[in-house]
């Protein structure tokens, strides 16, 4: 109707014209062109009803096409349900802007986050496409279907008993993993939650931060009662990163910093370690799956640069509190050294991680001391290098050539004075 009502004012102002200007009037011709939708678009992958080898994947759907040939495409809709068709599970829309904004990000393919879809489960998914002309919206592609993987193993490897010295009484796990740096990384939630460590390398290069230095985490949150939209969750790392930031990873968004976060250094639940609160909306801001729905489900880590020289050292992000702060940097070849140590020696056995979790409680009060003291610096040196040689010796298999060395230099005088 709006198409015709246009029409027909254009053909009365080109009447009004002749006869308002009857000496002016020549031969017009006038060309009318009727914009047609894009073509349907196809489901691409995964094949239909296939199975898949994993929890999060990417769907791909054909080209776009329009029978009108300078016809381009501004906007993809996508939508994921469950296996009846009733319960939305991602509905994600990409336009020109985040295109123009996420270069990662494709119009024909969208990543789906862990923590989106369940294990052994099946679902149905559409995608359609919309044009520049009018804009006119292509027909809903037809249905097609998958069924994701019966467990995630590498989810499962994860999971670990939280740390004893955390007293929170809504923490529901912890994760160790490679892609922590093997820290134990303890969450804490009033809802139903579930957390895998991912890596950010596995995530697009484009705008992604630097030092993750506990790697980052997927987060599902299911089961929210109705009229249940806004969630906090809790992480405690260890040592103070209170001038960290965080950050997310959305498949539209790409990259960004997330304000709703809170940064809390050595709080009395949990001494020693950083807690870190994140605020979280249903449907809204911090949920990757698009829809309120009630789960919530968020790939997001800490980012957090260790003192440089000037700054004295006194933090430190891995832990290594005194020796950063007696030798300037956290990047100094002595503390690489302890850090190599800690983490192949130290936190592969219970009695390592025990002592190391102490360390992380005392350490950072020891460090506070000792920066702003340039003889306590020099003392600590003094102090640490025998235990930086012999982490050094353990690192490259030498311990025992070397202690051999140093029981035949103290044998051999002893021996000379008995002869004599």
Known sequence: MKKLFLLQTLVMMLMFSCRAFPDQSQHIEISLHYDTPPDQPLCVEPSYDGTLDNLDPTLSASPFSDSDQDDTQILTEWQI????????????????????????????????????LEPAARYIWR???????????????????????????????????PPEDIIDPYVKGAVLSDSTNNETITFACEENITVKSINPDDLPDEGRPDNFIYGMFSIRIDGLAEGKTTVVVTFYVPGDCEDGYW????????????????????????????????????????????????????????????????????????????????????QERHICILRQFRDNY?????????????YYRKGPIGAKHIKSRPFLRAAARILLYPLIFFAFAVLKGILLPVMAIAVSAGILPCLRKKKK
Do not use: M
């Open 81 to 116: 349900f469950d296996e009846t068709g009733t319960e939305t599970i991602l509905h994600q829309t990409v336009n020109l802007v985040q295109l123009a904004l996420n270069p990662n990000l494709s119009f024909t393919g969208i990543h789906v986050s862990w923590g989106t």
């Open 247 to 330: 950050y997310k990873h959305d498949a539209v968004k790409g990259w960004y910093e997330y304000a709703n976060s809170v940064f809390t250094y050595n709080t009395p639940e949990a001494p020693g370690y950083t807690r870190i609160d994140i605020t979280l909306l249903d449907g809204g801001d911090g949920d990757a799956d698009g829809t309120e729905n009630g789960v919530i489900v968020d790939p997001s880590g800490l980012s957090y640069s260790p003192p440089s020289d000037g700054d004295g050292g006194g933090g430190g992000g891995g832990g290594c509190f005194i020796a950063t702060a007696a030798f300037g940097s956290y």
């Open 346 to 358: 130290l936190l592969t056995n219970t009695a390592g991680r025990s002592f190391v979790r102490w």
């Open 127 to 161: 995608v359609r496409y919309e044009d520049t002309y009018g804009p006119l919206w292509s027909e809903w592609s037809e249905y097609s279907s998958f069924v994701t993987a019966d467990s995630d193993e590498e989810h499962d490897a994860q999971q670990v008993a």
